[in-house]
């Protein structure tokens, strides 16, 4: 599997998001490699204002979807879930999209452990259904947080590899975006 490079990453968020649908999310970590299949996407450009750096707004917190596109940017919301986006774009140009949903291909073992603290064939058909359905839900299942803020996705911790191609997709308005007043129409959520 051939991890995407920059030259991948360093364009628009829109085009990005769209291409990333069906591409492999891989992440070692303690000796195992899960792999799961990219499922739906969120893009978050610098003139919408569903998006943390909107307007240019550089804090400590978004200092990182400010680099050039190619790199992890891990948030911690409502007080209890991780997100990760994919940072776009070129240096300065703050954008990124949201891995919203994944399908898990290997190691459902050690992933249900992370998830759930308990085994693949102990769930619950609920807990099946749910099991990497959400942007914090799949942060569980890999085992994202803050600490991977800023990783490098062409290295060996978390990355992201070609896949199955996709021929068509829907399009959709993005979730949990009713503050950023006209931004709440754009159809910038992707899924398959």
Not at 36 to 53: F, G, P, V, W
Not at 85 to 97: F, I, L, M, Q, W
Not at 100 to 106: F, K, N, Q, V
Not at 160 to 175: A, D, H, N, P
Request: one cysteine or more; a positive charge; charged letters at 30%.
């Amino acid at each position: 599997m051939m991890k995407l490079n920059k030259k991948f990453y360093t364009r628009d968020a829109l085009v990005v998001a769209k291409e990333l649908l069906g591409k492999y999310l891989v992440r070692e970590i303690d000796g195992h490699k899960l792999i799961s299949m990219i499922t739906e996407t969120e893009a978050y450009k610098s003139y919408d204002k569903a998006c943390h750096a909107y307007n240019y707004k550089l804090t400590p917190r978004t200092s990182v979807i400010f680099k050039e596109g190619g790199i992890a940017y891990v948030y911690f919301t409502y007080g209890m879930y991780h997100c990760f986006n994919v940072v776009t774009d070129k240096e300065g140009e703050p954008s990124a999209v949201l891995i919203r949903s994944i399908e898990p291909i290997s190691d459902m073992e050690y992933m249900s452990n992370l998830r759930y603290k308990k085994n693949y064939s102990d769930l619950t058909k609920y807990q099946l259904k749910n099991f990497s359905n959400g942007p914090g839900k799949l942060c569980m299942a890999y085992g994202i947080d803050r600490e991977l803020n800023g990783e490098n996705l062409m290295g060996n911790k978390l990355y992201i590899t070609e896949g199955k191609k996709i021929s068509s997709f829907k399009t959709g308005k993005r979730i949990g975006i009713d503050y950023a007043e006209e931004a709440k129409d754009y159809l910038w959520r992707f899924y398959l």
